[in-house]
């Protein structure tokens, strides 16, 4: 049952240009969204969120994108850097039933210096 | 902020011994939390702690696992007559908040091979 889906387990870039990297989930309780990046033997880093009340977070060269009614939401990075390349993980929160934090399976992205 | 502390980093063992993980979180983070997370998938939930209290366990969880938080502050994970299966990096999470809206600090995690 993977409530956090990411359909894209790979993303290349050209520095420069914009990554955008997709999420999808399917339990209408989560309302806290999150993305994590992770670099090989470490552990995941949190980059930012979005809450169900808003639509569009920006944090620097990172924007989220939440669309409730297609339960879709979205990291856009600007410009891209050969430094972002690491593995993206998309992941929610309910509002009820614990604080527990469902993870997706991740998109590893390469950015082309 | 030192981060969340794990040790080991690395355990191999034999199937069939018991194993056990150590989690140092944030210090000031009341929450603690258990992922696992295999080859080419993300973080899977397995406990969580609020304080000393633990609040949830995963159904993925079996009776040979159990986690404990005395005193509400570092975690241990042991791990029963392993299993092969139950190769994968185990990882600690930190949290502090009183609602849904605190991102969790992730430790580096133990990697636990099982021959």
Known sequence: DQQVKQNSPSLSVQEGRISILNCDYTNSMFDYFLWYK???????????????????????????????????????????????SAVYFCAASPSRGGFKTIFGAGTRLFVKA | D??????????????????????????????LYWYRQTLGQGPEFLTYFQNEAQLEKSRLL??????ERPKG??????????????????????????????????????RLTVT
């Open chain 2, 62 to 67: 079996s009776d040979r696992f159990s986690a």
């Open chain 1, 38 to 84: 992770k670099y090989p033997a470490e552990g995941p880093t949190f980059l930012i969120s979005i809450s169900s009340i808003k639509d569009k977070n920006e944090d620097g060269r990172f924007t989220v994108f939440l669309n409730k009614s297609a339960k879709h939401l979205s990291l856009h990075i600007v410009p891209s850097q050969p430094g972002d």
């Open chain 2, 2 to 31: 030192t981060g969340v502390s794990q040790d080991p980093r690395h355990k191999i063992t034999k199937r069939g011994q018991n194993v056990t993980f150590r989690c140092d979180p944030i210090s000031e983070h009341n929450r």
């Open chain 2, 73 to 110: 502050s570092f975690s241990t994970l042991e791990i029963q007559r392993t299993e092969q299966g139950d190769s994968a990096m185990y990882l600690c999470a930190s949290s502090y908040g009183q609602g849904v809206d605190s991102p969790l600090h992730f430790g580096n995690g133990t």
